[in-house]
């Protein structure tokens, strides 16, 4: 069992920055692939950045590459999402999630990650 949670949400003007970090207890750390997911009002959960157990493969979604950048830090037990260059679409409540993997491959669908933090609202407004 894996226990995440998310804070450094909050309120931020278009184009400023912002660092998420998810917390995680419980198991080895290093033993799960990490991601980032968000929900906007009205909208599913999607995926937004993923990382694989070592820090060596990361993977974004579109609309986010070269404005977010995921990383971990093992010993820390946590992963984070810095958020540049933010946009009012990227307004959501964001939430990491975890997978038990120890592969080199990113995994970005939702309903393989087992573990999901309680989330940490974003909000940037224009």
């Known amino acids: 069992q894996v226990q995440l949670v998310e804070s450094g949400g909050g309120l931020v003007q278009a184009g400023g920055s912002l660092r998420l970090s998810c917390a995680a207890s419980g198991r080895t750390f290093s033993n799960y692939a990490m991601g980032w997911f968000r929900q906007a009002p009205g909208k599913e959960r999607e995926f937004v950045a993923a990382i694989n157990w070592s820090g060596g493969s990361t993977y974004y979604l579109d609309s986010v590459k070269g404005r977010f950048t995921i990383s971990r830090d093992n010993a820390k037990k946590t992963v984070y999402l810095q958020m540049n260059t933010l946009k009012p679409e990227d307004t959501a409540v964001y939430y990491c999630?975890?997978?038990?993997?120890?592969?080199?491959?990113?995994?970005?669908?939702?309903?393989?990650?087992?573990?999901w933090g309680q989330g940490t609202q974003v909000t940037v407004s224009s």
């Open positions: 999630a975890a997978r038990r993997s120890t592969s080199s491959i990113v995994v970005i669908t939702i309903k393989d990650y087992a573990y």
